[in-house]
C-alpha cells in the first residue's frame, strides 16, 4: 500500500500597515483563501508614514500618516512579545474598529482592540514609542525592497517573487476567494509580469 503524505503548503508573507484601507481588504481576502488553499500567511509590518516620510505628498494625507505611527508601534510591540499568532489578531482588532467601524486610531480605540484579543492594554504605550521604529523599518523594508518604494501595501511575496496587490474594493468569500488566488498565482509567477491596473470602478466595501 502505497501512502502519500500531504502537500506542503504555500508560503504567502504579507506587508500590512493597520491604517490602509486597501491592504485590509486583501488581507481578509487571504484569510479567506487559507480557508480553501493549502496557503500558510505570515504577516509583517510596514508603515506608510515611513515610506511617505521625505515624498512631496498632499498636507491632508501627511496629517493622516501622522496618526498612522502609533497602530504600526503597536503592532511592532505585539510582535516582539507574543509572536504571530497575536500580531494576526491584533490586526484584524484594529482594522475592523478603524475600516469597518470607520472610528478614529485613538488611545481608547486602541486599548479596546488589545482587551479583546487577551492583550494587556499597556502596551498602547508603544503609540509614542519611537524605538520600535527601527524595527518597523527593517520589517518595512523586508518587504518594500522586494516590489519598489513607489508602491507600498498590501504586498505580498510568494515562491520567490513579490507584488504589490492585489488591490481589490471587496475581500470574495470561499471558493471565490480561492479561485482569485489561483489566478494571482499563475500570473505572479511568469518572471516578466510588473503590473495590471486599470480605475477603481467600485467603492471599498468592508462587509
Avoid at 478603524?98 to 494587556?120: C, K, N
Wanted: a negative charge; hydrophobic letters at 40%; one cysteine or more.
Amino acid at each position: 500500500m502505497t501512502q502519500t503524505t500531504p502537500a506542503e503548503k504555500t508560503a504567502a508573507d504579507f506587508w500590512f500597515d493597520p491604517a490602509c484601507p486597501f491592504a485590509w481588504i486583501t488581507s481578509r481576502w487571504i484569510l479567506e483563501v487559507e480557508k480553501v488553499r493549502d496557503v500558510e500567511v505570515t504577516w509583517h509590518i510596514m508603515s506608510l508614514a515611513y515610506l511617505n516620510q521625505d515624498k512631496d505628498i498632499p498636507q491632508e494625507y501627511r496629517d493622516f500618516l501622522s496618526t498612522a505611527w502609533g497602530p504600526v508601534r503597536v503592532c511592532m510591540a505585539v510582535q516582539n512579545e507574543y509572536g504571530q499568532e497575536k500580531l494576526a489578531e491584533i490586526y484584524t482588532a484594529l482594522g475592523t474598529r478603524r475600516h469597518v467601524e470607520g472610528r478614529d486610531f485613538d488611545r481608547a480605540l486602541i486599548e479596546e482592540a488589545l482587551a479583546s484579543v487577551d492583550l494587556p492594554v499597556e502596551l498602547a504605550d508603544a503609540m509614542d514609542d519611537e524605538s520600535y521604529d527601527e524595527a518597523i523599518a527593517k520589517s518595512h523594508h523586508e518587504g518594500m525592497d522586494q516590489v519598489g518604494n513607489d508602491v507600498g501595501t498590501p504586498t505580498i511575496a510568494m515562491n520567490g517573487s513579490a507584488f504589490f496587490g492585489p488591490v481589490i474594493s471587496k475581500a470574495p468569500k470561499g471558493e471565490e476567494a480561492g479561485k482569485l488566488w489561483d489566478g494571482f498565482q499563475l500570473i505572479t509567477a511568469y518572471p516578466y509580469v510588473y503590473e495590471l491596473k486599470r480605475a477603481r470602478v467600485h467603492d471599498l466595501d468592508f462587509s
